[in-house]
């Protein structure tokens, strides 16, 4: 009997648009060629060193060993205290488990939650990995596109005509990746009463949540007990402290869920490093005012990017709330010429014609747009949007 080699899981996963983009700019970087990247999706800024001191001191300090599988006890203390300070919600440290990193908390809730044949909600367009760790549970994605002119959000109304007997959870992810857009405290309410009355877990990936520039920051967590019991909030250390290879990732929920999590994480990688762990806990602990430069820079970039952008021909852009990415529209650059008629072969266009490493917007499930990072340093984002306006004029005068 012939047998397949690859489990079906691994054989039709997708991978990622956005690291097979940097990856291949890295390629011709390689091979001489100048090629400026707004494809990444991480801060250009260093790690702060009081951040680093304190995983150094761990070293030296011989906590080299294992922790408990769900962090140490310190780390989620202080991931308590920054929950209670940001959302107000008390959370005992049994309701908090650590990870390698965001992503790997979601995909242990994901796999904390559904089984084969249920159904999660993912709003498009939605960050690349949502609907490939939904397959990986055996479950089906829904995908809802959300539109620009209603700032990329989903309303009641249009999850109640996506809702089934089987739907068991919806991933919302706010500071969006790509889009940058946060919901409203209105906004947010009406979601949770829907999620409440259909007894829906929302799994708030909410890692963007400290790189806001407009408005408060929401977070389902505090909108009452009932939801709270239906929500595993997740965030990290990541990009709001410019911490992307330490791996630290952290998720509080329901005592439940967060114990099944612990379970899964217990069998299948143990604890997230030591040593990162005790850089997040200080990183956690430290005043605001470590990471306040960097979203100060960011907000200026932002929009230095989105008046650029807007006077590029065929391109448009919304002003985003937070992150570090605009999903610029492009329809009228398929529109006005022959040759580049989707995402991925204006990202190819730019790649080769201008230098410059985007990503098409069909990864994230919006043929119509490509996503540029503002995660760049001021000359490198005037070069590079100077070098995308070129290329676009002379295809649209070809
Ligand atoms: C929306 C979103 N969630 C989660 C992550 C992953 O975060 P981490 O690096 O902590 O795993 C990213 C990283 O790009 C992201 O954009």
């Known amino acids: 009997m012939t047998k397949n080699r690859l489990s079906k899981r691994a054989a039709t996963l997708q991978p990622s648009m956005s690291l097979a983009i940097s990856a291949k700019a890295e390629e011709l970087r390689r091979n001489g060629v100048d090629v400026l990247s707004l494809s990444v999706g991480e801060p250009d800024f260093d790690t702060p060193s009081l951040i680093k001191e304190a995983g150094i001191r761990a070293i030296q300090e011989g906590k080299t060993k294992y922790t408990r599988a769900q962090g140490t006890v310190e780390l989620r203390e202080a991931i308590a205290r920054r929950i209670k300070k940001d959302t107000g919600v008390d959370y005992p440290i049994e309701q908090i488990t650590v990870a390698n990193g965001a992503k790997h908390s979601i995909m242990n809730a994901l796999l904390a939650l559904l089984d084969p044949g249920d159904e999660a909600i993912v709003l498009s367009p939605y960050w690349v990995s949502y609907p490939e760790m939904i397959r990986l549970c055996e479950a089906t994605p829904v995908i809802i596109h959300t539109k620009e002119e ?18 068991k959870v919806l991933i919302l992810n706010a500071p969006s990746n790509p889009t940058g857009s946060d919901y ?5 309410q009406a979601i949770t ?10 799994v708030s990936d909410e890692i963007y949540s400290k790189l806001l520039y407009e408005g408060t920051h929401y977070s389902p ?28 990732g952290y998720a509080a929920g329901p005592a439940d869920i967060i114990k099944a999590m612990n379970g899964l994480q217990s069998q299948m990688t143990s604890n997230p490093n030591s ?29 230095y990017c989105v008046t650029r952008v807007n006077q590029i021909p065929g391109m448009h852009c919304n002003t985003p709330d937070g992150a570090f990415y605009l999903f610029v529209n492009v329809t009228e ?7 580049v008629r989707d995402s ?5 266009y730019l790649l080769e014609e201008a230098q410059v490493a985007v990503i098409p917007g069909i990864g994230f499930g919006q043929d119509a747009y490509i996503r540029l990072s503002f995660a760049a340093g001021m000359e490198t984002l005037e070069e590079a949007l100077n070098r995308i306006e070129t290329a676009v004029v002379k295809l649209l005068n070809r």
């Open 150 to 167: 209603k700032g990329f959000k989903v309303d009641r109304l249009t999850l109640e005509k996506h809702t089934s007997d089987k739907t």
């Open 344 to 348: 991925l072969q204006l990202a190819a």
């Open 221 to 248: 967590v505090s909108f009452g007990r009932e939801v709270n019991n239906l929500t595993i909030l997740i965030n990290g250390v990541s990009k709001s402290y410019a911490m992307t290879g330490w791996r630290i």
């Open 184 to 188: 409203t405290k209105e906004e947010l």
């Open 333 to 339: 650059i398929y529109a006005q010429n022959d040759t």
């Open 193 to 202: 009463d829907w999620a409440v009355e259909q007894n829906v877990f929302i």
């Open 275 to 303: 040593i990162a762990q005790f850089a997040g806990t200080a990183a956690l602990d430290a005043d605001d005012a470590l990471f306040l430069p960097m979203v100060q820079a960011f907000r200026e970039r932002r929009d």
